[in-house]
Every structure is written in structure tokens, then in C-alpha cells.
């Protein structure tokens, strides 16, 4: 009985064993086989602007962001993109960009009431956010799903807390999802977390979607 026990053990731990390799020999394969053909990197000082839309949780408002599409002044010769992606790590680093939002107000003429559209007092200034990912490929064409990780070492935002009247210095730590769709789009899905120099009790959260779209194919674009 002892022998037959032993025999039993021994022949579920082979096939254990066996099926562990295939696992690793599938996953290999699938990884193998949606390795990008070639990284991608990417250094621009023009192009067209990188966008979102987010939620400020604080708030309670739907704001919107642009990236500056041009190194000001252009005689730097800044890049205003960097960007290196593997098949399973990236990096990428913008030069500034800034967050902001509308409000609606009545214009009085006489006696008519006319609805207008501005830019509201909540605004965030970001310079240098740089962003560090992970993840796996899904096609050789240069697509896969990435978690991120994005350090801002400086930003400038003012707070509902004070009606926007002050601007603060402070940095700022966000964690998302990305999906490189193509070499030239990328979608992601940020939570973002902005804090004071001055005081970490001045706090401001975003959550929201962001889009990359590269004008032309990854290289070198605007170097003279």
C-alpha cells in the first residue's frame, strides 16, 4: 500500500511538472510571438498637442488638458516629448502641459441676459511630468497594455478651498492603465493625486482619460 501511495505521488508530480512547462512554454510563446519587432523611441520639440478630459474629484467639475506643442522659445531647442517603449517597459517625459475648465456666466446688455462661456478659476500647470510603465505585449506591431506610474516634480494648481485665489507649488504622484492602441495612439486611464510643497493638506485628486496621438511615425521630428 505504502509502494502504490509512493508510485501515486510520484506520478501526480510528474504530471504536475509536465503541465507547469507547457504553461511556460505557452506563455513564452505568446510572448515570443507578440514581441515588438523593434522599441519605439520618440523625441520631438513640435507636434501636435497630447489631450484629456478629467474628473476633479475635489471640485466636483469636468476640466480639460493640453500639452504645449511647441518649445517656447524655440531657440532652446527643447524636446517637448521624449518617448521610449519596449515590448514589456516604457518611459515617457512631457515638457509641460496645463489643465483647466469652463464655466458659464451671464453678460448683461440693457436689459438682455446673454449666456457666456470662460475659463473657469481652477487651473493646474504641470512641467515635467514623466511617466515610468509596465506591462505586456499583445501584437508585434507595437500594441500592449501598460500600468503606469507618473511623477510631476513641479506643478502650479489653486484650490476650491480658498475660491482659487492662491497658487500653490507641489508636486505629483498619479497611477493608471495604458493602452498603446499603434505606434502613433495611445489611450490611458489616469487617478491623479497633486500635493502642496507648503502643506501635503492641500490635496487635489483628478481622474479622467488622456490621448496621445503622434503625428507622424515615431523618430527624430524638429531636431535642426
Same mark, same amino acid.
Given at each position: 500500500?505504502?509502494?502504490?501511495?509512493?508510485?501515486?505521488?510520484?506520478?501526480?508530480?510528474?504530471?504536475?511538472?509536465?503541465?507547469?512547462?507547457?504553461?511556460?512554454?505557452?506563455?513564452?510563446?505568446?510572448?515570443?510571438?507578440?514581441?515588438?519587432?523593434?522599441?519605439?523611441?520618440?523625441?520631438?520639440?513640435?507636434?501636435?498637442?497630447?489631450?484629456?478630459?478629467?474628473?476633479?474629484?475635489?471640485?466636483?467639475?469636468?476640466?480639460?488638458?493640453?500639452?504645449?506643442?511647441?518649445?517656447?522659445?524655440?531657440?532652446?531647442?527643447?524636446?517637448?516629448? +521624449?518617448? &521610449?517603449?519596449? =515590448?514589456?517597459?516604457?518611459?515617457?517625459? #512631457?515638457?509641460?502641459?496645463?489643465? $483647466?475648465?469652463?464655466? @458659464?456666466?451671464?453678460?448683461?446688455?440693457?436689459?438682455?441676459?446673454?449666456?457666456?462661456?470662460?475659463?473657469?478659476?481652477?487651473?493646474?500647470?504641470?512641467?515635467?511630468?514623466?511617466?515610468?510603465?509596465?506591462?505586456?505585449?499583445?501584437?508585434?506591431?507595437?500594441?500592449?497594455?501598460?500600468?503606469?506610474?507618473?511623477?510631476?516634480?513641479?506643478?502650479?494648481?489653486?484650490?476650491?478651498?480658498?475660491?482659487?485665489?492662491?497658487?500653490?507649488?507641489?508636486?505629483?504622484?498619479?497611477?493608471? +492603465?495604458? &493602452?498603446?492602441? =499603434?505606434?502613433?495612439?495611445?489611450?490611458? #486611464?489616469?487617478?491623479?493625486?497633486? $500635493?502642496?510643497?507648503? @502643506?501635503?493638506?492641500?490635496?487635489?485628486?483628478?481622474?479622467?482619460?488622456?490621448?496621445?496621438?503622434?503625428?507622424?511615425?515615431?523618430?527624430?521630428?524638429?531636431?535642426?
Amino acid at each position: 500500500m505504502k509502494k502504490i501511495r509512493i508510485c501515486l505521488l510520484v506520478l501526480i508530480f510528474c504530471i504536475v511538472n509536465i503541465g507547469a512547462q507547457e504553461i511556460d512554454s505557452q506563455s513564452y510563446s505568446f510572448f515570443d510571438k507578440n514581441r515588438w519587432n523593434e522599441n519605439i523611441f520618440d523625441l520631438r520639440i513640435i507636434d501636435i498637442p497630447q489631450a484629456g478630459i478629467l474628473y476633479c474629484v475635489d471640485d466636483s467639475n469636468v476640466v480639460y488638458r493640453v500639452s504645449t506643442p511647441i518649445t517656447i522659445p524655440l531657440l532652446f531647442i527643447l524636446p517637448i516629448n +521624449v518617448t &521610449y517603449y519596449t =515590448s514589456f517597459w516604457g518611459i515617457n517625459c #512631457l515638457l509641460a502641459d496645463v489643465t $483647466f475648465g469652463f464655466k @458659464s456666466v451671464i453678460l448683461y446688455m440693457g436689459e438682455s441676459e446673454i449666456p457666456f462661456i470662460i475659463f473657469s478659476d481652477s487651473i493646474v500647470v504641470r512641467a515635467l511630468p514623466t511617466e515610468i510603465c509596465g506591462g505586456i505585449p499583445l501584437s508585434p506591431g507595437g500594441m500592449g497594455i501598460y500600468a503606469s506610474l507618473e511623477i510631476v516634480p513641479f506643478a502650479l494648481f489653486n484650490h476650491s478651498k480658498e475660491s482659487y485665489q492662491i497658487m500653490y507649488t507641489g508636486f505629483g504622484v498619479s497611477a493608471g +492603465v495604458k &493602452y498603446v492602441i =499603434s505606434r502613433n495612439f495611445e489611450l490611458g #486611464l489616469k487617478f491623479e493625486n497633486y $500635493f502642496s510643497y507648503s @502643506s501635503i493638506e492641500i490635496w487635489k485628486k483628478y481622474v479622467g482619460l488622456t490621448f496621445k496621438y503622434r503625428l507622424f511615425e515615431p523618430g527624430y521630428y524638429g531636431i535642426w
